[in-house]
């Protein structure tokens, strides 16, 4: 058999990891879906990881997101038509899902809408809003989260722990967003403690939302934990951790063993 590649050692390593980290919460790995966040990857990459089974995949920027989501269904749709084997076995593949998960001005949203399974980003009632109007005018619905700023740094985008449940059920009546869940981003830091704490808060808030059954049945995400506290994530109740660095590396292209 072919040697593996570097980023499917990779994928190997923090799928093996999301496991461990299950298994000590006494979690179904299965709960957990895994997001590769392709900021750093190139598309060639972003090919390879959906060939490997990763079937959610997160930008950070409208701009990246909707290069590279189009890139690829062009891509797909190119090598189909010449009859490619690959293909073939490609198209057989559901496409990816695509996460928009960094901030978004709402003079952003309409380019974004054809292409975007869940807008993981809302801070606020006007973004979604005019995502609710942009559905509604493209005939779907799209899937969204609200981000929490659990950590409560002033620089930080997301809505303040206190507010979270008000804005939910506000969003959770509009015809065309569903509201799935939540996503949270901790500090940046070495401080287990504090990372928990981020985690925990919002879990807490998950919680509330759930009992008044805001969102429905589909109000059944909470996004968080990246490469630095994706396993305490995990522990905290993650049901979607959302991975750049781990497998792609900081930088483009850049070989494993950096610093995270
Ligand atoms: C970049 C980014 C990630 C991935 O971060 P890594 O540390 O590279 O795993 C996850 N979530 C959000 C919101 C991001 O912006």
């Known amino acids: 058999m072919a ?3 570097a980023l499917a050692e990779r994928l190997d390593e923090v799928r093996a990891r999301i496991e461990a980290a299950a298994a000590r919460a006494k979690r179904d790995p299965k709960d957990v879906t895994l997001v590769a966040v392709t900021k750093t990857a190139t598309p060639e990459m972003i090919r390879e990881i959906v060939s490997l089974g990763v ?6 920027r409208v701009q990246q997101l909707v290069q590279r989501a189009s890139q690829m269904n062009e891509a797909g749709s190119r090598r189909k ?40 980003s809302i801070d606020s009632l006007r973004l979604a809003e ?25 620089q930080k985008f997301g809505v303040a722990i206190g507010a979270a449940t008000h804005l939910g059920e506000q969003i959770a009546t509009m015809p065309n967003v569903q509201l799935v869940g939540l996503m949270t981003m901790a500090e940046l830091t070495d401080d287990e403690k504090s ?12 919680e509330e939302m759930r009992w008044h059954k805001t969102g429905g049945p589909a109000f059944r995400h909470l996004s968080m934990g990246m490469t630095h506290d994706f396993e305490i994530a995990i522990e905290e109740g993650a049901t979607m951790v959302r991975i750049g660095t781990a497998l792609f590396g900081s930088e483009a292209q850049v070989p494993e063993g950096e610093d995270e």
Not at 55 to 60: A, N, R, S
Not at 130 to 154: F, W
């Open 3 to 5: 040697k593996k590649s």
């Open 55 to 60: 079937t959610d995949l997160g930008e950070g």
């Open 81 to 120: 038509a010449m009859g490619d084997d690959a293909a073939k076995g490609e198209s057989t593949a559901k496409p990816p899902a695509w996460h928009m998960v960094g901030h978004l001005q709402r003079n952003k949203v309409k380019p974004l809408l054809p292409l975007i399974a869940c807008v993981q």
């Open 130 to 154: 005019e995502i609710d109007t942009g559905a509604a005018r493209l005939g779907r619905k799209v899937n969204v989260m609200l981000q929490l700023n659990a950590s409560e740094e002033p």
């Open 195 to 206: 990372i928990r704490t981020a985690f925990r808060r919002t879990r807490e808030v998950f």
